[in-house]
């Protein structure tokens, strides 16, 4: 079935680094793919998502490319502050839409002042 | 954006009694719901999927008669965890859609851990 692996955690970088956060999935047909984050004591929020290869995904400085050569969609971001600490989740689904997402384990990301 | 709310989002219950989750679209109504399990270290994993006015949708290995859901209106899908017992301690994460069949962008609630003793 299909399935999402991504980077265990947690992550801890300072102000300014760069994230990059890996993720790559098996799945039959050509999934759509989504980064939810979750800001401690808030549910999911959809982040970014790409449904087709070669698709950039892109907000609040993240960005993520759908690679149907490697199976992969990285979440990165060039300067991260305090404020994008938070658990960052991948996920797919196969319906074109958010229908039946299949996530990943989630990465906590930390990032200090 | 749209808002999903959970309630409670923490109960602690004994052995055998039941605990009903309430997951509410403040703004939206959501024709579409879906329930989510996580445990700790793991992956979320879809328990089921409700649409207004009709049975549940469950996913393989998901006991129906055990996770009780009901979608009566259009804002408001339950899930009640009958008889618990401690191997149902988790986190209970509910979404919902507001597009016919979930094909939209979901919201997520807050999430409800429930702890069984």
């Known amino acids: 079935g299909d399935s999402v692996t991504q980077m265990e955690g947690p992550v801890t970088l300072s102000e300014e680094a760069f994230l990059t956060i890996n993720c790559t999935y098996t799945?039959?047909?050509?999934?759509?793919l989504f980064w939810y984050v979750q800001y401690p004591g808030e549910g999911l929020q959809l982040l970014l998502k790409?449904?087709?290869?070669?698709d950039k995904g892109s907000n609040k400085g993240f960005e993520a490319t759908y690679r149907k050569e490697t199976t992969s969609f990285h979440l990165e971001k060039g300067s991260v502050q305090v404020s994008d600490s938070a658990v960052y989740f991948c996920?797919?689904?196969?319906?074109?839409?958010?229908?039946?997402?299949?996530f990943g384990k989630g990465t906590k990301l930390t990032v200090n002042p | 954006g749209a808002v999903v709310s959970q309630h409670p989002s923490w109960v602690i219950c004994k052995s055998g009694t039941s605990v009903k989750i309430e997951c509410r679209s403040l703004?939206?109504?959501?024709?579409?719901m879906f329930w989510y399990r996580q445990f700790p270290k793991k992956s979320l994993m879809l328990m089921a999927t409700?649409?207004?006015?009709?049975?549940?949708?469950?996913e393989q290995g998901v006991e129906k008669d055990k996770f009780l859901i009901n979608h009566a209106s259009l804002t408001l899908s339950t899930l009640t965890v009958t008889s618990a017992h401690p191997e149902d301690s988790s986190f209970y994460i509910c979404?919902?859609?507001?597009?016919?069949?979930?094909?939209?962008?979901?919201?997520f609630g807050e999430g409800s851990r429930l702890t069984v003793l």
């Open positions: 409700s649409n207004e006015g009709s049975k549940a949708t469950y």
């Open positions: 979404s919902a859609d507001w597009t016919p069949g979930g094909t939209g962008e979901l919201f």
């Open positions: 703004d939206f109504q959501a024709t579409t």
């Open positions: 799945a039959t047909g050509y999934p759509s």
């Open positions: 996920a797919l689904s196969d319906r074109g839409g958010s229908e039946k997402l299949v």
């Open positions: 790409a449904t087709k290869a070669d």
